[in-house]
């Protein structure tokens, strides 16, 4: 299986077995990213410099509007997409394995985790690995210390307060807190 095979395998949902042969190649596309992650958090670049660092993590070409405040973290980066004019700060964790789609001219807060793999409930098979991906509309706000969980998506104009669990899915235009994250409120 080819590492897009791959890829394209986790993003729409497939298991991996613990010590399977996938489960190996989870592992070689791990250390690509941890080599560009290294190579983003571990010295000053400009921001010219980190589109295409990030650029080259992602294995698309980010629009010259994209702004992301190091620390950045990833297990995969091959599953990402960032939209226009979308900001990512300090501390952020994307576990992407499962496909991340951010759109554009979106806020990602300070020490956002964004969760596309659970495991296996089975005691037995616990290091077995199902994936779900995380969908972010256009012109959305994540607040600091969230977590948003696998299969959820945030819809357009969304606004997800600080420290916010998000476990289910937020229709556009809502305003969503708390842990687990409830619906406040319309925009």
């Known amino acids: 299986?080819?590492?897009?095979?791959?890829?394209?395998?986790?993003?729409n949902g497939g298991v991996v077995e613990a010590g399977s042969p996938m489960h190996n190649m989870m592992h070689k596309l791990s250390q690509r990213a941890l080599r560009l992650t290294a190579e983003i958090n571990?010295?000053?670049?400009?921001p010219e410099e980190l589109r295409e660092l990030m650029s080259e993590l992602t294995g698309t070409t980010l629009d010259e509007n994209?702004?992301?405040?190091?620390?950045?973290?990833?297990?995969?980066?091959?599953?990402?997409?960032?939209?226009?004019g979308t900001f990512i700060n300090m501390g952020c964790?994307?576990?992407?394995?499962?496909?991340?789609?951010?759109?554009?001219?979106?806020?990602i807060g300070h020490n956002c985790t964004i969760c596309t793999v659970n495991h296996s409930e089975d005691p037995d098979n616990r290091g077995d690995m199902k994936f779900a991906g995380v969908e972010i509309g256009d012109?959305?706000?994540?607040?600091?210390?969230?977590?948003?969980?696998?299969g959820v998506s945030i819809g357009d104009?969304?606004?997800?307060?600080?420290?916010?669990?998000?476990?289910?899915?937020?229709?556009t235009g809502h305003m969503a807190i708390g842990v687990p994250a409830k619906i406040i409120r319309k925009i």
Do not use: R
């Not at 405040?69 to 960032?82: A, E, S, W």
């Not at 964790?93 to 806020?107: A, E, K, P, R, T």
């Open 1 to 11: 299986m080819s590492e897009n095979d791959f890829l394209a395998f986790t993003a």
């Open 93 to 107: 964790s994307f576990q992407d394995w499962g496909g991340i789609s951010i759109g554009n001219n979106c806020l």
């Open 139 to 150: 012109k959305v706000w994540i607040g600091a210390n969230v977590t948003i969980l696998p």
């Open 42 to 46: 571990n010295k000053y670049h400009n």
């Open 66 to 84: 994209f702004a992301l405040f190091t620390p950045f973290y990833t297990d995969c980066g091959l599953n990402i997409k960032i939209g226009k």
């Open 157 to 171: 104009g969304c606004i997800i307060g600080a420290g916010a669990v998000v476990s289910k899915s937020i229709p």
